[in-house]
């Protein structure tokens, strides 16, 4: 009952919040049109008791005003249904940017690791596009209560004993939310398999891995695998819902049962004179009505609490607030009450890393250990080691997408994890090797590097062309406001490399950052173009460094690049073991020398 009080309750204060006149027309509306359904068994009485005393021209008057109430009951519940919906869309689309927030809305990444957060937000997800009925349901709800209390007056004045005919409903609304109750604890346990059928069907059949799959002739396991999950979650699915039908047969016999006593007892009156023909005409109308009336308030209740259910859980995806600054403690453990700190407009000094340790959320193992690191402003750095060697990592904690297990990251003496996230992302240009394919407008896609300027064709146009963008534009058509890929229109797809520049473009309408990353964005180039991309980037840093002792680093695998960088800094199983210039790490024979001298080998 808790699930359906309370998304009671948020769903009207919400749809009051978004449209309160439309609200209250449908309230008006519905419960008139309501109201008019027991009149109509009161009416059916009047005609049947003025029919058979022969009264014609009374029996004509009354069943006139019967046709009338049950126009009224149709009509009424048309009109209202306009206005209810419409409030019902506004509801939905708040919802949908409440969920947009929660995913988005949290410090860092940590929670999008978490595999429960992954399954919560799924499930919310599916079941969000239910609530746009949950405006309706409340209404319905309310309506059938209004109905009950006058089917129950009406029945009273009959015979008092009647009364207990919708009570005789209750425990077929208890049982029915039993019964739900079961198939949302399967659906909860099996949400994990659901995910990995779904996640399953994608692979099978999006663009991205479609080629692999066809050329690997991966179809066949794919689908033994895909069927064998989906058997699994069916079987627990089927299995729960088996059990709840039997639960709400229960709760449905106990009311049959009432149902047939009512009107038993009324006829027995009818038989012994005390009732006349009409009062049983009217206990079976209201009889049926309240028949009705129970099973749509049970449909309805399950449907709240449905909807109850996904709020709950949309709430408690929400972050959790960050601990006060009192509480938390510094790198030795203790306790310390640190005040916030902001971002410099430029770098003085550069950022220190002290102590840095590292495992992913619900891990355990470290990735990076004891990193202890000075990268002074202005400076460029490379980061080198074999693949899982902590390097995306270490990129992802500088730019304050993680915060360090232990040890801290310090900005000109101030620790990163004292400076709000949203502020010192703003001041990071990055260009990760996973970019994103924004399937958006080509302004969009590119603007949405400073979603403040997104709209400013200048500010756009400026930075396709420090990306060298332009021949993209000329080729779209539409240009700036062509639309990219087939995500959701006739789009144009463009190559690997074209995506890539689209994503430096992004990182050019940022104007003063601090922190440029590029993590591997030559993966999808050739030589030539991974050479263009890194001299447009060493412009920007040049410029950003000079002006604002910003900091460039990158992570690549090619050692023509690297040997670009002040400071290289080689990674291996997450610690640093080499930290100094090209030449230097040359002439010391250690990792870098060895991996440098294997590349030039292979391309000599
Ligand atoms: N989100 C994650 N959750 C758990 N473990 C992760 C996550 N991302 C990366 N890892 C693990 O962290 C380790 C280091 O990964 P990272 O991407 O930092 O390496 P890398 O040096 O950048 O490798 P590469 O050169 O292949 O890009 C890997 O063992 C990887 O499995």
Known sequence: MRWVVGSAVFVMRLAAAVDRVRLLKAIGLMALGYLATPLVALGLREFTDAA??????????????????????????????????????????????????????????????????????????????????????????????????????????????????????????????????????????????????????????????????????????????????????????????????????????????????????????????????????????????????????????????????????????????????????????????????????????????EGVGFAYPGTGRMILRDVDLTIPAGASMALVGENGAGKTTLVKLLCGLYRPTSGRILVDGADLAEIPPREWRARVAPLFQDFARFELLLRENVGVGDVARVEEEAAVTRAVGQARADGIVAAVPGGLSGLLGHGYGPGVELSGGQWQTLGLARCMMREDPLLLVLDEPAAALDAAAEHAIFDRYATLSGEAGHRRGAITLFVSHRFTTVRMADMIVVLDGGEVVENGDHRALVSHSGLYSELYHLQERIYR
């Open 52 to 353: 058979v005393s022969g009264r014609a021209g009374t029996a004509t008057l009354v069943i006139t005003g019967v046709a009338v109430l049950l126009v009224m009951e149709l009509m009424l519940g048309h009109f209202a249904h306009l206005s209810y919906f419409e409030v019902g869309e506004l509801a939905e689309t708040d919802l949908n940017e409440r969920l947009i927030r929660t995913v988005n809305g949290s410090s860092g990444l940590e929670r999008l690791d978490d595999s429960t957060f992954a399954d919560g937000v799924n499930l919310v997800r599916e079941e969000l596009g239910k609530t746009r009925t949950a405006v309706e349901s409340v209404l319905q709800l309310g309506g059938l209560v209004l109905q009950m209390s006058l089917t129950t007056v009406l029945l009273v004045t009959l015979d008092p004993r009647l009364a207990l005919l919708p009570l005789a409903a209750l425990p077929s609304v208890l049982l029915g939310q039993r019964a739900q109750g079961l198939v949302e604890r399967a659906r909860e346990a099996t949400a994990e398999s659901t995910r990995r059928t779904r996640h399953l069907l994608d692979l099978a059949t999006s663009p991205a891995s479609v080629k692999e799959i066809r050329l690997f002739h991966a179809e066949p396991p794919l689908m033994l695998e895909q069927d064998a999950c989906w058997s699994r979650t069916s079987a627990a699915l089927r299995s729960a819902h088996l059990r709840a039908a039997g639960v709400r047969a229960l709760g449905q016999l106990a009311f049959a049962l009432a149902y047939g006593g009512a009107i038993t007892l009324v006829i027995w009156e009818a038989a012994r004179g005390r009732a006349g023909a009409g009062d049983v005409v009217m206990v079976i109308t209201l009889a049926v009505q309240v028949s009705v009336q129970v099973a749509g308030s049970a449909t309805l209740l399950t449907a709240l609490q449905g909807v109850g259910r996904t709020l709950d859980r949309l709430t408690s995806l929400q972050d959790p607030a960050p601990p006060p600054p009192a509480a938390r403690a510094d790198r030795s453990g203790r306790a310390a009450a640190l005040v916030g700190a902001s971002v410099p407009e430029a770098l003085a000094e550069g950022i220190r890393l």
